[in-house]
């Protein structure tokens, strides 16, 4: 079978399975949002990578016009945190060459810490151009840290919200950096004020999605590393989940119409039901950085349906 073939007849079988027929104008008001989830592609030059990217875009377009848009979990490309700016921007320059060529979705981005430029740039290690008087180091360019990312994908923050119908997305930025090296997952004071107020101001018929590059609760982020510790623990590091998960709960214990949170970074897929939300890890685009499978999970993304009653359903699917 020809691979146009196969995209069609995958598209048409997942389609099917996802998607009831609607028809009449007041169907179309209780038609579900439906849109695809992908995250981690961290897209790098090379055969493996850029067809890989592209492939998952193909398969989305498929399902079009069963799924709407797409969000972008974050880490769009292999790495900007310790890489001078001339292999950042060929990274960029490649994500946006694909994107532009296999995507035809309107798509929301979430910032990954793999996107965040210049972070892990040591001094002793940085270009001539960041040794020659001219600002000294990288942290003094203006594209430092998030600034790029928000600017090259056309963000209009590194966090924000839209509202589609009965729905309302929340895009956050997990990633702050640690002052002693490295970065920890939590969202910092002036987002999570913005968070507080966006909720407030989020009428309580309307339900709410929040996304995440890093999970907000996940049991994958104890399996990362697929092992345990000398003394037997489950380890989560403070990279891997967030670290205010707790503060995070009681604030979504006033808004019971948050139903979801999803996430990627860790590349494994899991869902937690917990007080009431469901929190999903949704694989990587990418899987294992593009050399097979993650443990037991194959690169995926997920289709995620959202319903008027506030009922919704993930999908994972392989678009290999």
């Given at each position: 079978?020809?691979?146009?073939?196969?995209?069609?007849t995958?598209?048409?079988?997942?389609?099917?399975?996802?998607?009831?027929?609607?028809?009449?104008?007041?169907?179309?008001k209780?038609?579900?949002?439906?849109?695809?989830?992908?995250?981690?592609?961290?897209?790098?030059?090379?055969?493996?990578?850029?067809?890989g990217?592209?492939?998952?875009?193909?398969?989305v377009?498929?399902?079009?016009?069963?799924?709407?848009?797409?969000?972008n979990?974050?880490?769009?490309?292999?790495?900007?945190l310790?890489?001078?700016?001339?292999?950042?921007?060929?990274?960029?320059?490649?994500?946006?060459?694909?994107?532009?060529?296999e995507?035809?979705?309107?798509?929301?981005?979430?910032?990954?810490?793999?996107?965040?430029?210049g972070?892990?740039i040591?001094?002793?290690?940085?270009?001539?151009?960041?040794r020659?008087?001219?600002?000294?180091?990288?942290?003094d360019?203006?594209?430092?840290?998030?600034?790029?990312?928000?600017?090259t994908?056309?963000?209009?923050?590194?966090?924000?919200?839209?509202?589609k119908?009965?729905?309302?997305f929340?895009?956050?930025?997990?990633?702050?950096?640690?002052?002693?090296?490295?970065?920890?997952?939590f969202?910092?004071?002036?987002q999570?004020?913005?968070?507080?107020?966006?909720?407030?101001?989020?009428?309580?018929d309307?339900?709410?999605?929040?996304?995440?590059?890093?999970?907000?609760?996940?049991?994958?982020?104890?399996?990362?590393?697929?092992?345990?510790?000398?003394?037997?623990?489950?380890?989560?590091?403070?990279?891997?989940?967030?670290?205010?998960?707790?503060?995070?709960?009681?604030?979504?214990?006033?808004?019971?119409?948050?139903?979801l949170?999803?996430?990627?970074?860790?590349?494994?897929?899991?869902?937690?039901?917990?007080?009431?939300?469901k929190?999903?890890?949704n694989?990587?685009?990418?899987?294992?950085?593009?050399?097979?499978?993650?443990?037991?999970?194959?690169?995926?993304?997920?289709v995620?349906?959202?319903?008027?009653?506030?009922?919704?359903?993930?999908?994972?699917?392989?678009?290999?």
């Amino acid at each position: 079978m020809k691979r146009k073939t196969f995209l069609k007849t995958t598209a048409v079988a997942l389609g099917g399975s996802l998607l009831p027929a609607w028809s009449s104008a007041e169907d179309e008001k209780k038609k579900p949002i439906r849109f695809a989830h992908i995250t981690d592609i961290h897209v790098k030059p090379g055969i493996v990578p850029e067809t890989g990217m592209a492939k998952a875009l193909q398969h989305v377009q498929q399902l079009h016009p069963q799924v709407d848009f797409i969000i972008n979990g974050g880490d769009s490309i292999m790495d900007a945190l310790e890489v001078d700016k001339q292999k950042t921007q060929i990274q960029w320059d490649l994500f946006h060459t694909i994107l532009k060529k296999e995507n035809n979705l309107p798509i929301y981005h979430c910032i990954g810490n793999h996107d965040v430029w210049g972070w892990f740039i040591k001094e002793n290690l940085a270009p001539d151009s960041y040794r020659d008087g001219q600002g000294g180091k990288p942290k003094d360019d203006r594209l430092y840290g998030k600034t790029w990312v928000v600017e090259t994908l056309e963000m209009r923050n590194r966090f924000y919200s839209f509202t589609k119908g009965k729905w309302h997305f929340i895009i956050l930025d997990s990633t702050q950096m640690n002052p002693v090296g490295g970065y920890i997952a939590f969202i910092d004071p002036e987002q999570l004020q913005w968070l507080q107020e966006d909720l407030l101001a989020t009428p309580k018929d309307q339900f709410v999605c929040i996304v995440s590059h890093i999970p907000i609760l996940s049991i994958c982020a104890a399996l990362f590393f697929d092992r345990t510790e000398a003394n037997g623990d489950l380890k989560i590091q403070r990279n891997l989940m967030h670290t205010d998960f707790l503060a995070l709960k009681k604030i979504f214990f006033h808004y019971p119409n948050i139903k979801l949170c999803l996430s990627g970074h860790i590349h494994l897929q899991d869902e937690l039901d917990y007080l009431g939300i469901k929190y999903y890890c949704n694989g990587a685009v990418s899987g294992n950085w593009w050399k097979g499978a993650f443990q037991e999970f194959a690169p995926a993304y997920a289709v995620v349906e959202l319903s008027q009653d506030g009922s919704f359903k993930r999908t994972m699917v392989s678009y290999e």
